[in-house]
């Protein structure tokens, strides 16, 4: 299993502020990723990482960003918040990306934008 | 394109009344399929992983089946702490990343 920790929990910003939502796991491993999910809806990935300095974007469209400076860090960034960016955003990781390999999530962040 | 498809949406049950949610797939060449537990405001909870036809897997009141076109996720005498929404998803092809249903609600009353 495996520990993952995401900070904020829950955030209430207003529209046009800078936003960086911080993803930690401790267990070394290799593939990270971030999810999106609205309420009843299903989760649409929006970026994973194969390890450092390396990152790509998910099958939904965002206007989020992403790095990958140590292998136990992947913090996503929003320049400029607006409301359409209001939604749950979950941080993964798994030990590698092969066939099988199980995602384990971190509780989410619940973002909000006034 | 892989689609996923979880029933019923919501279901209510007592506790003690045995049921199955149900997860239909559409993929290219299967190589796992996934069921998650998610709590209200939390991230989903790795259940079992499943690889091919005929699987069973079981942990407690659960137990996870697989067809080749669907997966069943059976709760035997449930209690009021297995509500929660169940989530489904498939890997497939080439393809690493995975495809999640919308998930079921699932309450259980005392």
């Known amino acids: 299993e495996a520990d993952i920790y995401q900070t904020p929990r829950y955030l209430v910003i207003g529209t046009g502020k800078k936003i960086t939502l911080e993803c930690s796991q401790t267990?070394?491993?290799?593939?990270m990723y971030w999810y999106q999910q609205d309420p009843g809806m299903e989760l649409h990935l929006i970026h994973y990482s194969y390890g450092v300095n390396s990152t790509e974007k998910g099958d939904l469209s965002s206007e989020s960003t992403v790095s990958r400076i140590r292998t136990e860090h992947f913090p996503l960034t929003l320049e400029s918040a607006r409301p359409s960016h209001t939604s749950q955003y979950l941080c993964?990781?798994?030990?590698?990306?092969?066939?099988?390999?199980?995602?384990?999530f971190g509780e989410g962040s619940w973002l909000t934008v006034v | 394109e892989d689609q996923v498809t979880q029933s019923p949406e919501a279901l209510r049950l007592q506790e003690g009344e045995s049921s199955s949610l149900n997860c239909s797939y559409t993929?290219?060449?299967?190589?796992?399929l996934f069921w998650y537990r998610q709590d209200p405001g939390k991230g989903p909870e790795f259940l079992f992983t499943?690889?091919?036809a005929g699987e069973e897997k079981e942990k407690e009141r659960l137990k996870a089946t697989l067809t080749k076109k669907e997966s069943f996720l059976h709760i035997t005498a449930p209690k009021p702490e297995d509500s929660a929404t169940y989530l489904c998803a498939v890997q497939g092809g080439s393809n690493y990343k995975l495809t999640f249903g919308k998930g079921t609600l699932l309450t259980v009353n005392p």
């Open positions: 267990m070394g491993h290799d593939k």
């Open positions: 993929v290219s060449g299967l190589r796992g």
């Open positions: 993964a990781s798994s030990e590698s990306m092969g066939f099988g390999n199980t995602i384990y």
């Open positions: 499943l690889y091919s």
